[in-house]
T-cell receptor
Framework: DSGVTQTPKHLITATGQRVTLRCSPRSGDLSVYWYQQSLDQGLQFLIHYYNGEERAKGNILERFSAQQFPDLHSELNLSSLELGDSALYFC?????????????FGPGTRLLVL | GENVEQHPSTLSVQEGDSAVIKCTYSDSASNYFPWYKQELGKGPQLIIDIRSNVGEKKDQRIAVTLNKTAKHFSLHITETQPEDSAVYFCAAPNQAGTALIFGKGTTLSVSS
């Protein structure tokens, strides 16, 4: 158990809908990262938040957004969902967000868009 | 970082054999190289990492080697066991040092 929690574990929805994925980092960690994992693309970095502020953006679509709250949990919002958004979504946390730190991954949310 | 190539994509070995997975990176300033193991239905878990000030690091049956000149690093697993079967990912920092770029993964199958 990494100490990172994600809810829900599974999510099934329809095209055009909007969903929210939630992540709670390990106790004491200030950074949260979001990744998308699909079969053909591996682990794709989406976005990084540090202590409530956006620090880096990766291959995140404009339909996707995220935020980190004062209690340090983070939410990833996916809107106007398309079939191709079906994937595993992971969040990871680290202590301060520098690149040489270990990132601890949560168990993921499996999203299926029908 | 920025581009991390990982080979092979699949690897099948017999129990007790060694397994080697290789990664190359493009950013010569990269200085941290972790390896993650992902079992079915779980999130990736760090198994070993290496920083650029050393060339090799070992932890029991697992070792990682780093060649900064050639910009590649490798994961070595000795005396493989069926429970080593999983997907393994290498990673390196992006140029800004704000995120990790992951290789596409290697599916390791260890048969008994």
């Amino acid at each position: 158990d990494s100490g990172v929690t994600q809810t829900p574990k599974h999510l099934i929805t329809a095209t055009g809908q909007r969903v929210t994925l939630r992540c709670s980092p390990r106790s004491g960690d200030l950074s949260v990262y979001w990744y998308q994992q699909s079969l053909d693309q591996g682990l794709q970095f989406l976005i990084h938040y540090y202590n409530g502020e956006e620090r880096a953006k990766g291959n995140i679509l404009e339909r996707f957004s995220a935020q980190q709250f004062p209690d340090l949990h983070s939410e990833l919002n996916l809107s106007s969902l398309e079939l191709g958004d079906s994937a595993l979504y992971f969040c990871a946390s680290s202590a301060s967000g520098i690149s040489q730190e270990t990132q601890y991954f949560g168990p993921g949310t499996r999203l299926l868009v029908l | 970082g920025e581009n991390v190539e990982q080979h092979p994509s699949t690897l099948s070995v017999q129990e007790g054999d060694s397994a080697v997975i290789k990664c190359t990176y493009s950013d010569s300033a990269s200085n941290y190289f972790p390896w993650y193991k992902q079992e079915l239905g779980k999130g990736p878990q760090l198994i070993i990492d290496i920083r650029s000030n050393v060339g090799e690091k070992k932890d029991q049956r697992i070792a990682v080697t780093l060649n900064k000149t050639a910009k590649h690093f490798s994961l070595h697993i000795t005396e493989t066991q069926p429970e080593d079967s999983a997907v393994y990912f290498c990673a390196a920092p992006n140029q800004a040092g704000t995120a990790l770029i992951f290789g596409k993964g290697t599916t390791l199958s260890v048969s008994s």
